[in-house]
């Protein structure tokens, strides 16, 4: 057995990758990653181990992978079925156009094709039935091309890719790859240890900088200066196979590439990278924000505090020499707040309000919450978002679960404070705004008494329209009219409001969020 160990990002991806390729040896159950066959994969916690016979029918399962990946042909194929169904005497310009364009830019399909001149309807039927035809008769011959194609933007010219091979690319990579790497007989250098793994005797000759990707080439000086200025770096085999799958551990979005990089284990960086690959899937416009907030719902509240802060994303354009780098930037007091709450923002899931906007946003309350915290800008532009959604019935989310939001504005602040050196006391509690929604329910229920219910809706609007300005007095007055004209008596919480705005918005919306109470039926409205 081979033993492979996590290591940088690009050799995480191509772990990833490599697993992605032999999708056929393992299963997802629950959140855990489990081998199939433990003869020939064992699946352990920072490194995964192989036996070469895994290798057997390597070449076609790496090749499909890849042309499913690029998906030029299907997306082609599906597409003339569907000039064929459009087509009749009014659609053929355009067809006709659109047809040559796609030929055009498809070199084995135009050679294979010859002459595309289409005087009408039919002719161009002719055509592109042809086309499919050829598509379908010579689909090997499209698979070694388009994965080879695929593949130059990954890893350059490296032995099947090569300009000079134009047949038998399958072939070739079985020669190079999959044969040698089965029985085990790739000439080693006999001085030489790979430098990746540290563990396995160098292949011979072997390129590091030309034999794995551009994108490797960002190390190019470093690994020049670390190594005298020779270019040719010693890998053993197994190390350049896995750097030769990482193009299968990358999600692309808008012909950028991602990985999600933790060094945790291999079992979460599959699921992080598979999860990130679903969010991009379901919404490109913001899958960053998603995922973390989807994977924040699965992980264990045990693992929350450690992943979260090791958590990395890489983007790379291929072509550019140095990927960008950007995490979430969570720190360790932010990391421990997401796990010391994981269950109230579990709670939160599936809670949105509206923005007043012309498409009529949805906005996820958790989300939103998540994003202001890890810019470290967590404000209360937020709170005032969501009452507003809520007066006009359009949010969907319980007292309960504002309540709770609430309170994590509390306990956020607070350890926010503890943390400075000097910090002030809040002189609040997570009972103190309990207490001020029970106030804000009291007036709620007295307004119901008196017959006042068309009251509440002003009174409200007062209210958010203080804690929106930031308006400790005029908050004040509303609360000393409304409380006197019903014969309450003013919460005695309030004085803590005027010492300290963030007691202020605190108290205020718990108070606000009791005098809403929303009924169940409102819960719903959209
Ligand atoms: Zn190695």
Sequence with gaps: MEKIYLGDWLYNAGIVGFLRINNNLWDIKGEELISKDENLLKIGDNYIEIDRKIFDGFTDRFFDYAFNLYGRYNARLEEF????????????????????????????LKNKLGDVKAENSQELKHLIEKAIRILEQDKEEFVESDVQIFLRDFYGQKSFLNKTITQDRKKKFYEDFEEPLKTNNN???????????GERPAKKDTNYDTGFSPVFG???????FAWNFNTKLPSCDICEIVYFCYFAGLTELNGKYYFVNLDDSVESLMLANNLFKEE??????NPFIDFFTEYLLRIKKSQAKYTLSNINF?????????????????????AEFIEKNHKNLKSLSKSFFILPDKNKTRVYI??????????????????YK???????????VSNYNLQRLIIMYLLYKQNLYKQKVGGKEMGLEEKSLDDMYIKGKILLERLKERDAE??????????LNALKIGDTNQFMDVMMRVHMAYDLEVPELLIEALKDKDNFYLLGYSFLNGLLKIQEENQWKV
């Design 366 to 383: 958790l989300t939103e919450f998540l994003n202001l915290i890890l810019k470290k800008d967590l404000n209360y532009g937020l709170l």
């Design 314 to 334: 890489l983007e790379t354009e291929l072509k550019e020499t140095l990927p960008k780098v950007f995490s979430f930037n969570i720190d360790y007091n932010t």
């Design 218 to 224: 960002l190390n190019k000086d470093a690994v020049n």
């Design 454 to 463: 068309n009251k509440i809706q002003s009174i409200a609007y007062k209210l």
């Design 81 to 108: 079925q569907r000039f064929l169904e459009n087509l009749n005497n009014e659609t053929f310009e355009n067809i006709n156009k659109d047809f040559k364009n796609i030929i055009k830019n498809f070199t084995l």
């Design 280 to 285: 991009i899937e379901k919404s490109p416009e």
């Design 187 to 197: 000439q080693k250098d006999k001085k030489l240890t790979c430098v990746i793994c």
């Design 386 to 396: 969501i009452f507003k959604s809520i007066m006009q019935d359009k949010a969907y």
